[in-house]
């Protein structure tokens, strides 16, 4: 796996702009992030000045899945990007220790499973079958996922092996690429399920083609229902060398969660273009879903992350239990907590 990170790190290290100066006194700061709605107040933040008033300009660079995010930041291509805790764990156990969470993100796995409406129905599931019957559903289906390692793919075997099924052998999972492609992938029959944080999901959903399973925002999987799952980490040499830089762009992501949490509705008018999403309708329910999951303060709780990781090792989701200790993974430092 790290190989494939350094090899994904060559690559997008080519097409990312590098942090420096310019002639601005703003201090240029580089994310990567895979489009979703999850990091509303980042792109709250970009539209409404917030980093601008904290000194940052900020390139936000849009990647098809969490591991091209990872080699990013890894590379130092990007000094900050939105990933798993999962991949955080992988990289450690395999020696690379240079990301660190600094901002927490999301308090719960949100993604959202969507099957073929026509497969589920002759299936005889919905959401509101028992959850065992929704994970044996997936036998023998194709399934989507954005890439092999990302979280789409990780927590989709995690259902297989729940319902006693092999990832390898009781279902084809097939890498398609960002939300956009996977949202076409199920609208053409390419394939039958895939799951992804909203909004692509409830699109398919809106459009009749899809129907939800299993609705990780809302808490469907009890396991994954308190949870570190996303946060923004940063380049650990970079956030040692600019601590300040940090700090601002976690003020700032604060601030713009506040308004994204006073009005879903203007939010989503707002960033609509940002996410590629028509229906603005569609963005507001998806905001409104994740509200419960989203971290209002950035702040990571001990105790969360140690249940996490625990989690994460028992469900087969990372190869090992991960250290829980601050600053091993996450810390604090640059957070009002």
């Known amino acids: 796996m790290l ?11 080519l097409v990312l702009p ?10 240029q700061i580089t994310v990567a992030s895979l489009p979703s709605a999850f990091p509303a107040p ?8 917030t980093f601008e008033r904290e000194g940052l300009e900020v390139t936000i660079v849009e990647l098809q899945s969490g591991a091209d995010g990872v080699a990013a930041a890894v590379s130092g291509s990007a000094q900050i990007a939105d990933i798993g805790f999962d991949d955080l764990v992988t990289l450690a156990e395999e020696g690379e220790e240079g990301l660190v969470m600094v901002h927490n993100l999301v308090r719960r796995v949100t993604l959202a499973l969507v099957m073929d409406q026509e497969v589920a129905r002759e299936r005889g599931v919905s959401r509101s079958s028992p959850l065992p019957e929704r994970y044996a559903a997936l036998r023998g289906l194709r399934l989507g996922v954005t890439s092999p390692g990302a979280a789409s793919d990780r927590y989709l075997r995690y259902y297989l092996r729940e319902a006693g099924l092999d990832p390898e052998r009781d279902a084809e999972i097939i890498a398609i690429g960002d939300g956009s492609s996977l949202l076409a992938a199920l609208e053409t029959d ?13 699109v398919a959903e809106a459009e009749g083609f899809g129907t939800i399973l299993i609705d990780g925002a ?10 570190a799952y996303t ?13 300040d830089a940090v700090r601002a762009f976690t003020r700032a992501l604060d601030t713009a969660m506040e ?23 569609i963005l507001r329910r998806t905001l409104e879903a994740l509200m419960p999951a989203l971290s209002t303060d950035g702040c990571f709780e001990a105790e969360a992350v140690r249940t996490t990781l625990t989690t994460m090792h028992d469900i087969g989701i990372t190869p090992a239990a991960g250290d829980p200790a601050e600053s091993a993974l996450w810390t604090n430092e640059y957070n009002d907590c």
């Open 259 to 281: 308004t994204v949490r006073a009005d879903a509705a203007a939010t989503a008018e707002q960033i609509a273009d940002r996410m590629s999403e028509d229906d603005v309708g």
């Open 190 to 202: 390419q394939i039958d399920a895939y799951q992804l944080s909203p909004p692509t999901p409830y």
């Open 231 to 243: 946060g923004f980490a940063a380049n650990r040499e970079w956030a040692r060398g600019n601590p």
């Open 218 to 227: 809302a808490g469907d999987v009890p396991a994954l229902a308190d949870f």
């Open 3 to 13: 190989a494939r990170y350094l090899a994904l790190a060559s690559v997008v290290g």
């Open 42 to 49: 980042m792109y709250v933040a970009e539209r409404d000045g």
């Open 18 to 27: 590098l942090a420096g100066c310019t002639g601005s006194a703003r201090t």
